[in-house]
């Protein structure tokens, strides 16, 4: 099937769901996806349902960048066989800790299959099992999405209050009875600078200056 991008914006402002006390907003436009994004080469931990575990190279690397071309150039494939409203993940880390506050995620549905109805974000800033607590947000998407955004190549942006995280679990639910096919998700944001270990010891100096002082002026006083 034919994929191509395209860059024109058709389809703006279309306000989410809220999750907790993080706002959020949807817009979707037509795909584009970033070579430049916080997310771009991240460590892939885990992906549920992977279509070529079995039978060779899995794609997964296309999520975030990567360039296989077969069956289609940079996507990947879940694997086929799973009902409309299954639930798939990726998890996935970052080498510095982020400051996030929007994805970009990369679709395309053909008349509703492969497509996604629902996506979830979770965030954690050490490594660990995945809980409810770390979800960010939960977002519906409208299908087919040729009837609803008029192209079957979208890219659904979500815009949300800033969280800080290194590592990552994207959740998304499938609507048809062929498997997801996902382009790129994208990440952007800041990244958050961690002082180094000879700040610290700076820091630690200085505070025991302080004190020994302080001390000093007492017994003088
Ligand atoms: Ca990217």
Redesign the pocket.
């Known amino acids: 099937m034919n994929y191509n991008k395209t860059k024109s914006l058709f389809l703006i402002g279309i306000m989410g769901l809220v999750s907790g006390a993080v706002a959020q907003t949807l817009t979707v436009t037509s795909a584009t996806?970033?070579?430049?994004?916080l997310?771009?080469s991240a460590n892939i931990t885990f992906v549920s349902n992977d279509r070529f575990t079995t039978g060779g190279e899995s794609l997964s690397p296309n999520i975030?960048?990567g360039a296989v071309t077969s069956p289609e150039g940079g996507r990947f494939f879940f694997a086929d066989g799973t009902p409309a409203g299954t639930v798939v993940s990726v998890e996935f880390n970052t080498t510095s800790l982020l400051s996030l506050d929007k994805i970009n995620l990369s679709l395309g549905d053909g008349g509703g299959n492969r497509g996604v109805s629902n996506f979830a974000l979770y965030s954690r800033t050490t490594a660990g099992t995945f809980t409810v607590a770390d979800r960010i947000f939960s977002q519906a998407l409208a299908s087919d999405y040729t009837t609803a955004y008029g192209t079957f190549s979208i890219t659904a942006s979500e815009s949300f209050t800033p969280v800080t995280g290194q590592f990552f679990r994207i959740e998304l639910t499938q609507t048809g009875s062929s498997s997801i096919r996902l382009a790129?998700?994208?990440g952007f944001g800041s990244v958050v600078a961690v002082p180094e270990p000879k700040t610290y010891l700076m820091l630690s100096s200085v505070l025991l200056l302080f004190f020994f002082k302080k001390k000093l002026a007492c017994r003088l006083s």
Not at 33 to 37: C, Q, Y
């Open positions: 996806e970033s070579t430049t994004d997310f771009q975030f960048g790129e998700l994208d």
